[in-house]
């Protein structure tokens, strides 16, 4: 029997949702162990800095362009 309608649509919705949040945590992670926030390996990450002082990206697309240019003055 096949899954086609409704149900199929709201669960392909709610993936799309949760690996849109995987992929969010992923980079924002990155961007925290990049930046010395965040210290440590998977699992075992320790805060380098207050809660209170710790500012993320709004979106994807901010954290990708902060980390480009991160990357550049590397170089």
Do not use: F, K, N
């Not at 162990?33 to 380098?48: D, K, P, S």
Request: positive net charge; aromatic residues 2%.
């Amino acid at each position: 029997m096949s899954r086609r309608g409704p149900e199929r649509e709201q669960v392909v919705a709610e993936l799309g949702g949760l690996l849109t949040i995987a992929a969010r945590w992923r980079h924002s992670r990155r961007t925290l162990v990049e930046t010395t926030v965040l210290a440590g390996e998977r699992g075992q990450y320790r805060l380098m800095q207050p809660a209170q002082a710790i500012q993320l990206p709004a979106t994807i697309q901010v954290m990708l362009a902060a980390r480009i240019d991160r990357l550049a003055q590397e170089d």
